[in-house]
């Protein structure tokens, strides 16, 4: 098969849709950490807040804007319309002292507004035991499937060992990118 345009708009490639001749449905998004973030807990799960989505001027790291936006509040990320998303993060940061070898990055999902969270992906960085500021970098790419927009929620938290670290701010700090690769779920 190829690419199949129908008449009232969608578009298929291989029997999958893609999107509309109107340019809604698929979207590419970019939110970014507005200040540097330290964790405030040892041995627990610290929930990150405060992201704003970068504008589509930078097109190299921004937002393609198509109509369907993520919205966010308090930290928690809500879903325009069901599909496939890919979801990557991307943190920097740095931790100092202690005798904490490893920080991770987790990406928590609910499928029922908020009332129980699940780890749905983690992202983890390890670093040597030397005192002094060490270095955090995390890639954490997943795929969802959104079958319920209404209800699907998701936010972004650290975890890490004896001691706090600090994740940097900023669109080359940490981001969060949003694809919607498929406006159909499987």
């Keep these: 098969m190829g690419i199949t345009i129908f008449p009232d708009g969608r578009i298929q490639k291989n029997g999958l849709e893609i999107g509309t001749q109107q340019g809604g449905g ?14 405030s807990a040892v ?6 807040t405060g992201w704003a989505k970068l504008s589509p001027v930078n097109v190299q790291y921004a937002s ?6 993520m919205s966010v509040s308090s ?13 990557v993060s ?25 009332s129980n969270w699940n780890i749905r992906d983690q992202g983890s960085s390890c670093m040597t035991n030397f005192s002094g500021t ?3 970098n995390i890639y954490s790419p997943t795929i969802l499937n959104i079958t319920n927009a209404t209800t699907t929620r998701l936010r972004f938290g650290t975890y890490g060992g004896n001691n706090n670290f ?18 159909n779920t499987m």
Excluded at 26 to 39: G, N, P, R, S
Excluded at 64 to 69: A, L
Excluded at 75 to 87: K, N, Q
Excluded at 166 to 183: E, N, Q
Aim: hydrophobic share 30%; proline share 1%.
């Design 43 to 48: 041995n627990s799960d610290n929930y990150v």
């Design 134 to 136: 060490n270095t955090i």
């Design 26 to 39: 698929l979207m590419h998004q970019t939110w970014y950490l507005t200040a540097t973030y330290t964790t």
């Design 166 to 183: 600090s994740i940097s701010a900023g669109g080359f700090g940490t981001t969060v990118t949003f694809r919607k690769l498929s406006v």
């Design 64 to 69: 393609i804007d198509t109509g369907e936006d």
């Design 90 to 114: 991307k943190v920097a940061g740095s931790r100092s002292g202690g005798s904490n070898k490893y920080c991770n990055w987790r990406t928590f999902m609910s499928v029922d507004s908020g």
């Design 75 to 87: 930290g928690v990320f809500t879903f325009p319309s069901t599909g496939i998303y890919e979801v």
